[in-house]
């Protein structure tokens, strides 16, 4: 586990939601979580890790065949999803940009004050809520009554708690077990 520390280079510095520094030297591919000096567990995502970590696949299809971003991004990705994440909840999200640091193997690095599990709950929530307001512009009662209806019977813990199971999230690959 990584350990939260002022590191020797001010630029691989990232202060924390909770105060502490990380060092984004010390934050890699396989980490999904650290426990922090302030007592807390925070959730780490880099831009690599696949949006399969919190929705299966064909979700993932779904949102990358739907939502056009208004970037130069092809496709909807775990920036999107971190940025729809961060606007959320600005004050809860570490960001830092490396993509000028060769010795780190991704570009972006976020980190919440909250840990992997609560930060996989908040993407579901936000993506329900994505979800909702693409299907609220689709002008069909019957289609945003029989979402909603879905939705009154999704529970997000349980969700979580499945998905999670179904995972492996040991390995830098989130593959399916």
Not at 33 to 58: I, K, M, Q, S, W
Not at 89 to 98: E, R
Not at 133 to 144: G, L, N, Q, Y
């Amino acid at each position: 586990m990584v350990e939260p520390r002022v590191p020797g280079s001010r630029d691989s510095a990232l202060e924390l939601p909770c105060g502490e520094h990380v060092d984004t030297h010390d934050l890699h591919l396989g980490m999904r979580e650290f426990d922090c000096n302030c007592g807390g567990t925070h959730a780490v995502v880099l831009d690599p890790h696949p949006l399969a970590r919190f929705v299966p696949e064909f979700l993932v299809e779904v949102l990358q065949a739907t939502v056009e971003p208004s970037d130069d991004h092809d496709e909807f990705t775990t920036v999107h999803l971190l940025g729809v994440v961060m606007e959320e909840f600005p004050d809860s999200v570490a960001v830092a940009d490396t993509s000028e640091d060769g010795a780190v193997g991704y570009s972006m690095a976020w980190v919440t004050e909250f840990d992997s599990r609560r930060l996989h709950e908040v993407v579901v929530e936000l993506l329900v809520e994505l979800m909702e307001h693409a299907v609220s512009h689709a002008e069909d009662d019957a289609v945003m009554d029989e979402f909603e209806a879905q939705m009154l019977e999704f529970d997000v813990a349980t969700f979580v708690d499945e998905y999670r199971a179904e995972r492996d999230f040991e390995d830098r690959h989130d593959s399916a077990v």
